[in-house]
């Protein structure tokens, strides 16, 4: 059990299930005590306007590490590993190691998305030093919950640049909205426009006719 005053680092990601858009991964350094009062809680619970304006507080106030893998280069990384568990062990790990250089915390505690030692097994030495705890629904613990957030937040702004920039529409999560949009994306710039803003190895890519 971890007390409501322990400051420890929470560790969550966002865009995993997204087609469209970048992974993210968010490590923030707090307390129960000091973020209950923000009103912090799963991302997957608040609307996007307000995941923004909390993820706003949040990197005011706390130590915070962002890593963002855009799609280019997530489809890079993900040819080289070729499993999603250990590409997001290898953001986890980034993220937790660069917050620990700047903030001297001793308990970590990460939403598990696999077998515990995948993300072990990335860590470095910092890493390793530090006390991990991963478990399911760590959301319900406020660190873990501001880095959904935080996450959450960078993933809707880095989609909404990307959709700029490229000027296409870029739907959230998967389903039928999300084939649409890809069949126009494909239909407008092929396999290299799609390789800019959607993660390739989903089924969504065979499903709207795409050859990778």
């Known amino acids: 059990m971890i007390g409501a005053s322990v400051r420890v680092i929470g560790l969550d990601e966002a865009g995993k299930g997204d087609y469209f858009g970048p992974l993210v991964v968010a490590a923030v350094a707090g307390s129960e005590e000091e973020l209950r009062p923000l009103g912090v809680a799963d991302s997957k619970t608040v609307s996007d306007k307000r995941t923004l304006a909390l993820a706003a507080q949040i990197h005011t106030a706390f130590p915070v590490e ?27 790990a980034r993220a937790l190691e660069n917050l620990l250089a700047r903030v001297p915390v001793e308990r970590v505690l990460a939403d598990q998305f696999a077998a515990p030692d995948v993300l072990l097994r990335a860590l470095k030495e910092r890493g390793r ?71 390739l190895h989903f089924k969504t890519t065979q499903k709207i006719g795409a050859v990778v």
Request: with cysteine; net charge positive.
């Open 129 to 199: 030093a530090a006390r991990l705890l991963q478990m399911h629904r760590a959301e319900a613990h406020a660190t873990v919950a501001a880095a959904s957030l935080v996450a959450r937040g960078e993933f809707l702004t880095r989609l909404d640049g990307l959709a700029r920039k490229w000027n296409v529409e870029l739907p959230k999560g998967a389903g039928p909205q999300v084939d649409a949009a890809g069949r126009k994306i494909w239909s407008k710039g092929g396999i290299d426009l799609l390789r800019q803003v959607a993660k």
């Open 66 to 92: 962002v890593i963002t893998v855009y799609p280019e280069r997530y489809n890079e990384l993900y040819a080289r590993m070729r499993n999603l568990n250990r590409l997001l062990a290898w953001c986890h």
